[in-house]
């Protein structure tokens, strides 16, 4: 889509065909919404001021990338948004040479905009990275990381603040707006310049100082002190629906050749009048009704997330040390229900896991038994705070691991593939898996009881039915649901219990069925068993193959020089792409009906 050509007028059509394409395939196929609403406008602008095949468009989670992609030319495939072999939902090169980067996690933009303003550099090129960053993502410690070189280094580069309803520093007026501005202008710049030179070639020392005292009061009435302090230069605030002021600001940080925020105040939802405001329901949506928003219902079983909520809020009332943390997931964990009952037990801390995790750990050598209930994907970002400051010290901070396992639309940066495998070789780390509704509720009992770090994992959406009795938690035991008359035996763990049932019941032999329940530490003991009646074992997990439960068993038989054969049904060695789970466990073979054929 060419825009640079197009009037004020016609921008704003534009961004209003943008919104309405939006609008339209959103409400039928589900994707992220209210915050891709607000970023119209700025969109529209970056696009309009910078080059897109030049410049590093850097989108920071890259939910709000959808009016990017439909003007690089992705406006007839957009009806395949977050669909499985269609667009990704974030930012993907593979898509567009106008994507930079791959982006699904927060807070990452600012430090990839240091690594392409160094190459840029180097490489003696006119090109600069141009960044948009939600609010919620300057709650990451990463962010100020990488504002900190920023401001020492001075490389070309603009910083666009959506800020949607959710100030950093509250904007004090007009005259505000008008003086920052001004102050960042080029006939300011140019004359300030001037002066500086001046007076450092002709005046007194205590000259320069008062001058210097004088711009600093002027600055002390913006919103930006804080950048102005970490020596970045700040425009703002500045209407984010406006199209013509924001083409006139990009400009400006564009012009100047050394970093600059621009601090854009937004509406989430902006041009869907139901979702506008910061109604966290209209984030990601799936199907919905457009003229009363209504969204369509499906009927379906009760959540793992949803037993995982009850069953903490019940242990939390029954026991006054229980607390727990999530990081910025308070509705997704399902831990916002304890927030509400205990907000003196239970936090969000936004977007910091590390940070969650360590305060999570003084607070279990105070006494207090910590659930950090958090996905899979971003415990990813606390790995070194589990080491370091949880399992080092052996202190019994609980790892709620909520979308363990295929999590659909999402994608690669989301799948929930990895925690088993970068939390097993932890010492002193306990890991277990529920089967079923029941054994979650027990498996957090457990969890009270133990003296040592431990993790369960439990899956996106509901577990399948298990036809078994659940029992207690007891450390370090499986538990044999079900005895063969072959010699082939299901090794499974967590929700892949429930599909080794499913295969069990679609094959023609009576297979045995194990429920590992703990693939740390492993219930040696029954093994050594049941190597003796059966000799064609299968692992059924959702998790990677590298180091998952498939590994643990290999390593157990390998000790022991036990002989039987070993096939893992885990993830095969690559990242996972999105779309509905069914049809992604389908490519990658993972159905009942395709196991059972695999097995035979």
């Not at 710049?189 to 008062?210: A, C, R, S």
């Not at 601090?263 to 939802?269: D, F, I, S």
């Not at 298990?466 to 649901?481: D, H, I, N, Q, T």
């Not at 429930?498 to 009576?510: F, I, Y």
Request: contains cysteine; aromatic residues 10%; negative net charge.
């Amino acid at each position: 889509m060419k825009i640079k050509n197009k009037s004020p007028k016609e921008l704003k059509e534009v961004s209003q065909n943008i919104r309405d394409r939006i609008i339209d395939v959103v409400s039928r196929k589900g994707g992220h919404f209210s915050s891709t609403l607000g970023a119209v406008e700025l969109t529209v602008g970056m696009h309009y001021v910078f080059d897109s095949q030049k410049d590093p468009f850097i989108f920071d989670v890259s939910h709000q990338c959808y009016p990017h992609k439909l003007i690089t030319g992705r406006w007839e495939k957009f009806e395949t948004i977050r669909q499985f072999d269609g667009l990704s939902g974030f930012t993907k090169p593979n898509e567009s040479d106008c994507d930079y980067f791959i982006a699904g996690h927060s807070s990452t933009s600012l430090s990839l905009a240091v690594g392409a303003a160094k190459a840029i550099k180097l490489k003696n090129e006119d090109r600069i990275p141009v960044v948009m960053i939600g609010d919620g993502s300057m709650t990451a410690g990463m962010v100020y990381e990488a504002l900190n070189e920023i401001g020492d280094l001075k490389l070309p580069m603009v910083i666009i603040l959506n800020d949607n309803e959710m100030s950093i520093a509250k904007p004090i007026g007009a005259i505000s707006k008008y003086l920052s501005k001004l102050l960042a202008g080029k006939y300011y710049q140019g004359f300030k310049t001037k002066v500086d030179k001046f007076i450092k070639n002709n005046m007194p020392e205590g000259t320069t100082y008062i001058a210097k005292r004088m711009e600093e009061a002027l600055k002390l009435i913006t919103p930006g002190i804080l950048f102005e302090e970490m020596g970045v230069d700040y425009i703002g605030p500045i209407d984010g629906h406006d199209i013509e002021e924001i083409i006139e600001t990009l400009d400006i940080a564009k012009a100047m050749k050394k970093p600059v925020i621009v601090h854009a105040r937004t509406v989430k939802g902006k041009g869907y009048k139901i979702a506008e405001g910061q109604h966290e329901c209209w984030h990601g949506v799936g199907p919905f009704n457009v003229d009363d928003g209504k969204f369509v219902k499906k009927t379906a079983p009760k959540s793992a997330t949803a037993v995982f909520a009850d069953a903490l809020l019940e242990l939390a009332e029954t026991h006054d040390n229980v607390v727990g943390v999530t990081a910025a997931m308070p509705s997704g964990t399902g831990i916002d229900k304890l927030m509400d009952k205990f907000p003196d037990r239970f936090w969000d801390v936004a977007i910091a896991e590390q940070h969650a995790i360590t305060s999570m750990a003084a607070m279990a050598k105070e006494g207090f038994k910590p659930f950090i209930t958090i996905y899979s994907t971003f415990l990813q970002r606390g790995f070194d705070q589990i080491i370091h400051d949880v399992c080092l010290m052996n202190l019994p901070v609980v790892f709620a691991i909520d979308r363990a396992g295929i999590v659909g639309n999402d994608g690669e940066t989301h799948q929930g593939a990895f925690d088993i495998s970068f939390l097993r070789f932890i010492p002193n780390m306990i890991l277990f898996a529920p089967r079923c509704d029941e054994t979650l509720k027990l498996g957090l009992d457990f969890a009270y009881t133990l003296s040592s770090p431990s993790a369960i994992r439990y899956p996106r959406g509901a577990f399948k039915d298990v036809c078994a009795e659940a029992s207690p938690f007891v450390l370090g035991k499986a538990e044999l649901l079900k005895e063969g008359t072959s010699n082939k035996l299901f090794v499974a763990y967590g929700a892949g219990v429930g599909r080794a049932c499913e295969t069990e019941e679609l094959h023609s032999e009576d297979i045995a069925i194990l429920d590992l329940r703990f693939v740390k530490q492993l219930d040696k003991k029954i093994l050594k068993e049941l190597a003796k009646k059966y000799d064609d074992w299968y692992i059924f997990s959702d998790s990677q193959k590298q180091g998952g439960v498939g590994s643990a068993i290999l390593e157990f038989l390998n000790e022991e020089k036990i002989s039987v054969n070993v096939t893992s049904f885990e993830y095969e060695d690559d990242f996972i792409p999105h779309g509905d789970t069914k049809v992604v466990e389908e490519s990658l073979g993972l159905l009942p009906q395709q196991l059972a054929d695999k097995v035979k």
